[in-house]
T-cell receptor, first 114, second 113 residues
Framework: NAGVTQTPKFQVLKTGQSMTLQCAQD?????MSWYRQDPGMGLRLIHY???????DQGEVPNGYNVSRSTTEDFPLRLLSAAPSQTSVYFC?????????????FGEGSWLTVV | KQEVTQIPAALSVPEGENLVLNCSFT??????LQWFRQDPGKGLTSLLL?????REQTSGRLNASLDKSSGRSTLYIAASQPGDSATYLC????????????FGKGTLLTVNP
């Protein structure tokens, strides 16, 4: 069982560069989301999607872009990296239902912007 | 806006002790509450999920309770072991049809041999 797979695990970027963090799940989950985790700030929602073709902003969306062309994939794009985007990024997925539904997380992507 | 608070931020106990971690939330209109464990350098692993209609869930040495009306949940760990050392986070699902998870900042637990 692959679950939620994130790549890359580690990345160093220069200010102004762009990159894409990949996220894929093999559980046929409708709901996918991206979080960033910073010391003292906890996990904050960046963007989420309730199904293919549908995305919405979370708490901290600025500087990030997402798309959901398939159920399986939910890439996160950094348009012009800034040092403030140095963080650990987690992708998560679950069934869409309002109740039940354990959330599954990827192993994280450590991003440093210099 | 939903806010989730976890107390204490850090806890250190000797092996074998029973302990309680606390989670509170400001908006009682939740769908469920979930407790997670995070080991250093790793992702989050779900421990227990409590539906809004439930009062508690148990898994092995773990017991989570939910009092939705007062906006509180507790995670009880019995007979703690060094392998329980990790950060424990709670998250509530709320927000209508486009629901969101709101996380607390976690409790860092250290169990000393």
């Amino acid at each position: 069982n692959a679950g939620v797979t994130q790549t890359p695990k580690f990345q160093v970027l220069k200010t102004g560069q762009s990159m894409t963090l990949q996220c894929a799940q093999d559980m046929n989950h409708e709901y996918m989301s991206w979080y960033r985790q910073d010391p003292g700030m906890g996990l904050r929602l960046i963007h989420y999607s309730v199904g293919a073709g549908i995305t919405d902003q979370g708490e901290v969306p600025n500087g990030y872009n997402v798309s959901r062309s398939t159920t399986e994939d939910f890439p996160l794009r950094l348009l012009s990296a800034a040092p403030s985007q140095t963080s650990v990024y987690f992708c998560a997925s679950s069934d869409r239902g309002l109740s039940g539904n354990t959330i599954y997380f990827g192993e994280g992507s450590w991003l440093t912007v210099v | 806006k939903q806010e989730v608070t976890q107390i204490p931020a850090a806890l250190s106990v000797p092996e074998g002790e029973n302990l309680v971690l606390n989670c509170s939330f400001t908006d009682s209109a939740i769908y469920n509450l979930q407790w997670f464990r995070q080991d250093p350098g790793k992702g989050l692993t779900s421990l227990l999920l409590i539906q809004s209609s439930q009062r508690e869930q148990t898994s092995g040495r773990l017991n989570a309770s939910l009092d939705k009306s007062s906006g509180r949940s507790t995670l009880y760990i019995a007979a703690s072991q060094p392998g329980d050392s990790a950060t424990y986070l709670c998250a509530v699902k709320s927000g209508g049809s486009n629901y969101k998870l709101t996380f607390g900042k976690g409790t860092l637990l250290t169990v000393n041999p």
